[in-house]
Nanobody, 124 residues
Framework: VQLVESGGGLVQAGGSLRLSCAAS????????MGWFRQAPGKEREFVAA????????YYGDSVKGRFTIFRDNAKNTVYLQMNSLKPEDTAVYYC??????????????????WGQGTQVTVSS
């Protein structure tokens, strides 16, 4: 399995970015997908997740109402639309694919494949 993130960059506070994660290697539509982030000196944090058929979405408390996760199973891609960005959103963002239908969507342990990460920097 290969997960390739794109779309990171530098943006001013209040701005928007859209991250993409292109997946290959196994049937994309069968697996839940998630986004996590890690800031320097901090632990990896759950951001958002989406079920295989996109019926269910989950968000971390710090991004609810500002970020939206969605997927296009025809393109084997999951997205993270980030609006109203804040300096505290600055981190490396990782895309991950869930190992199976069991396990919590908000736990990194539930995911068995990870992308290389993309840097998001929000200036004040």
């Amino acid at each position: 399995v290969q997960l390739v993130e794109s779309g990171g960059g530098l943006v001013q506070a209040g701005g928007s970015l859209r991250l993409s994660c292109a997946a290959s290697g196994r049937t994309f539509s069968s697996y839940g997908m998630g986004w996590f982030r890690q800031a320097p000196g901090k632990e990896r944090e759950f951001v958002a997740a989406i079920s295989p058929s996109a019926i269910w979405t989950y968000y971390g408390d710090s991004v609810k109402g500002r970020f939206t996760i969605f997927r296009d199973n025809a393109k084997n891609t999951v997205y993270l639309q980030m609006n109203s960005l804040k300096p505290e959103d600055t981190a490396v963002y990782y895309c991950a694919q869930k190992a199976s239908s069991s396990g919590s969507y908000n736990s990194a342990r539930s995911y068995d494949y990870w992308g290389q990460g993309t840097q998001v920097t929000v200036s004040s």
